[in-house]
């Protein structure tokens, strides 16, 4: 989406500030000089329980947004280059960023989304597939899911991404997919779920991502796939990133640990092509 070039200029730098720090995390890197504009970067997050950081740390919000959220983070690398807005609220669908997009406006610079599970109920479907006796109910879920994300999903996240960017006509844009549920692994004693299951499981999830990625084109705005970093940290790997079986009880299961938001969403966000025009 094209916007005013000092405002892109803006974007990059600290985008790329926030981008050298985040990598630090892979390796050491040396320090490096750069200037960061006077006025912070105006930046608000939408989505759903990804973007709030629920499960990731301690939080009394009612919408279970924390500090370990990628959005928080972004800021906080950017040592006061960037002032963030979370709006992001546990079980947000699309129709709930349109009306997250509220707290955007014309000064907005920079939007980030995660968005598009909840439609599908897609939480409520993997943890019927992590469940040995509801086999049957992952089946079915899986092919009802399957439906919408050829019919109304598509629909939902174009009407999504419209909002936003007319709501914000100056910002950069960037949708986020979501990470496979599950390692490949023959074996996954920590959650005892059957193979063909988690295959089940990751394939639903790899379509949502795939459907969420042609919404991004078709709007031009930024798609962001988190796939690749977590992709040795799923569920059944040694170091899981998303919270397992002992989050079921306070529904945390499947979300991003606070290494996940750290390691997984932080450094695709910040270094997600923010230098490139869409």
């Excluded at 129709?95 to 920079?110: G, H, N, Y």
């Excluded at 914000?168 to 949708?175: D, L």
């Excluded at 709007?219 to 962001?224: I, K, P």
Aim: charged fraction near 15%.
């Amino acid at each position: 989406m094209p916007y005013p070039t000092a405002i892109f200029h803006r974007v990059v730098a600290v985008c790329a500030t926030v981008a050298l720090t985040a990598t630090a995390w892979a390796a050491p890197a040396t320090a490096v000089a750069v200037s960061v504009a006077p006025s912070p970067l105006q930046y608000v997050a939408l989505g759903d329980s990804y973007a709030a950081g629920f499960g990731a740390a301690p939080t009394g919000d009612a919408c279970g947004r924390s500090a370990a959220a990628y959005p928080a983070l972004l800021a906080r690398e950017a040592h006061g280059g960037i002032a963030v807005r979370n709006a992001a609220c546990v079980g947000a669908t699309t129709a709930d960023v349109i009306r997250q997009s509220s707290a955007l406006s014309p000064r907005t610079e920079l939007v980030t989304i995660t968005a598009g599970a909840n439609d599908l109920r897609l939480r409520q479907l993997l943890e019927s597939c992590m469940n040995g006796f509801a086999a049957v109910a992952c089946q079915d879920g899986t092919l009802t899911i399957n439906r919408r994300l050829v019919t109304a999903l598509p629909r939902d996240l174009n009407r999504m991404l419209r909002t936003v960017t007319t709501a914000a006509p100056n910002a950069r844009v960037v949708i986020t997919g979501y990470p496979l549920p599950f390692a490949k692994s023959r074996q996954c004693p920590a959650v005892p779920v059957a193979a063909r299951m988690r295959v089940r499981a990751n394939q639903v999830v790899s379509r949502l991502n795939t459907a969420i990625a042609a919404a991004a084109t078709r709007n031009r705005v930024r798609y962001v796939d988190v796939q690749p970093g977590f992709a040795a940290h799923g569920l059944c790997s040694r170091k899981p990133w998303l919270v397992g079986a002992e989050g079921m009880r306070d529904d945390r299961v499947l979300h991003p640990t606070a290494t996940g938001q750290a390691r997984g969403y932080l450094p695709a966000v910040a270094g997600s092509g923010l230098t490139d025009r869409a």
